[in-house]
């Protein structure tokens, strides 16, 4: 009982297989920037901590919404009321409390950017951490890198054939790396991150910061396998 060659795992002598990988590298502008931003409040009783915390909050949430379209996503990510206890003396004596807010926001426009992030870092005890450099998970770049990666493998499988007195005759697979049970290759965002934090500026009206975008690698990697005419061996 025979099988058809195209459903052999190695192929025959008359219709041998090449198998080859692909991989493409683009780097491109980033879409969109995330910064981190921190709201503290201080006070010797809970709800004088409570009171500076709402309202430096406030203040930043209002500040950030004035931008409208490009702050692309605004998220409170945690809060905290911590009471500080003495370190002398008995019993839990309590000598102030500390209170957190942790929020994230997303935009779209760089310029705007350091305009903002300036603003923010000029507010009091408000902390700006960031830029992260992204791309969106829909980004035509992605896409890109697997068209060139899908264009790099056949050139490559045509080389090999032709280095053998062989043509390309048919596609038998296609595949990433992770569904052919191999460790999937970094789908990386970006290099490394560049991290930036603000303490309260003292002065008002402070220059916009002037921040360079940092570029973003993106990965693509496929296996395919393709069957060929007969060597001229």
């Known amino acids: 009982m025979t099988q058809d060659a195209s459903h052999q795992p190695y192929g025959t002598p008359e219709v ?7 991989e493409a590298t683009l780097e491109v502008d980033p879409e969109i920037a995330r910064i981190g931003i921190t709201v503290s409040a201080r006070g010797t009783d809970r709800r004088t901590a409570l009171e500076d915390l709402t309202r430096r909050n406030n203040a930043v949430l ?12 605004l998220e409170t ?11 002398h003396g008995r019993g839990e ?11 994230t926001a997303e935009l779209n426009d760089f310029t705007t950017l350091g305009e903002l ?4 870092a000029d507010l009091e005890l408000t902390q700006v951490d960031g830029p992260w450099w992204a791309l969106r998970p829909t980004s035509p770049a992605h896409g890109e890198a697997r068209r060139q990666a899908v264009l790099e493998a056949v050139q490559r499988a045509r080389e090999y054939a032709a280095a053998l007195g062989a043509d390309l ?5 296609l595949a990433d790396l992770g569904a052919e049970n191999a460790p ?21 009206g402070a220059p916009a910061l002037d921040l360079e975008p940092q570029p973003q690698t993106v990965y693509a990697q496929v296996n395919a396998r393709f069957t060929m005419t007969p060597p001229q061996l």
């Open 16 to 22: 041998p297989r090449v198998a080859v990988r692909g």
């Open 62 to 73: 209002d500040l950030v919404k004035s931008y409208g379209d490009p702050v692309e996503k």
């Open 77 to 87: 990510g945690a809060f905290s009321i911590t009471p500080e206890l003495t370190r």
């Open 93 to 103: 004596r309590i000598r102030a409390y500390h209170g957190r807010v942790h929020l």
């Open 117 to 120: 992030t300036t603003r923010l």
């Open 169 to 173: 005759a048919a596609l038998v697979e």
């Open 184 to 204: 999937a290759p970094f789908q990386g965002v970006g290099g490394g991150m560049r991290t930036m934090a603000f303490s309260t500026a003292e002065d008002a």
